[in-house]
């Protein structure tokens, strides 16, 4: 039962409070539906396979309930990549609701594009670039993601 009303809860969040993501998501979903490589429903989150996996490291992104990725990592549940993103889907949306998408989404592409760009043109190592959560959207997604998702186990509602 607490199952069902947590996802009824995110759900009801998602076509409410967080709808700029969650519609952003649902227009990604159907473009992409028939080029998806997997879909798996876990955590009360969909999450994607969409186009190759490349030897450099992969790429995700959350729209409302559904994350994107290049990379079959985003389906282990114990992982930091995918609870990362849970991290953007549940906790971050729900505290910002529909400026979600300009607070965290947004600056989150960006940044993630220019690191990309410094790395690949030559101009920066990896090594040398900030760590990934040094940005305050990257790290709540990560904190938040990996506590909430482990409380809400632990307490049998994922």
Not at 5 to 20: A, E, K, P, V
Not at 53 to 73: I, P
Request: glycine share 8%; with cysteine.
């Amino acid at each position: 039962m607490k199952k069902i009303l947590f996802r009824i809860s995110c759900y009801l969040l998602w076509c409410t409070w967080g709808i700029l993501d969650g519609l952003y998501g649902l227009i990604i979903f159907l473009f992409t539906f028939a080029f998806a490589g997997k879909i798996k429903y876990q955590d009360n989150i969909i999450t994607v396979k969409i186009g190759k996996t490349y030897k450099a490291s992969g790429w995700a992104f959350e729209a409302g309930a559904f994350v994107f990725s290049n990379t079959d990592a985003i389906f282990d549940t114990k992982n930091s990549f995918f609870k990362h993103e849970w991290g953007h889907c549940i906790p971050q949306t729900w505290l910002c609701g529909p400026l979600h998408i300009f607070l965290c989404g947004i600056p989150s592409v960006i940044r993630f594009q220019y690191r990309e760009y410094l790395v690949r043109s030559g101009k920066k190592k990896r090594s040398e670039l900030k760590l990934y959560d040094a940005a305050w959207f990257e790290g709540t997604a990560t904190k938040w993601g990996t506590y909430w998702n482990n409380k809400l186990k632990e307490k049998g509602w994922l």
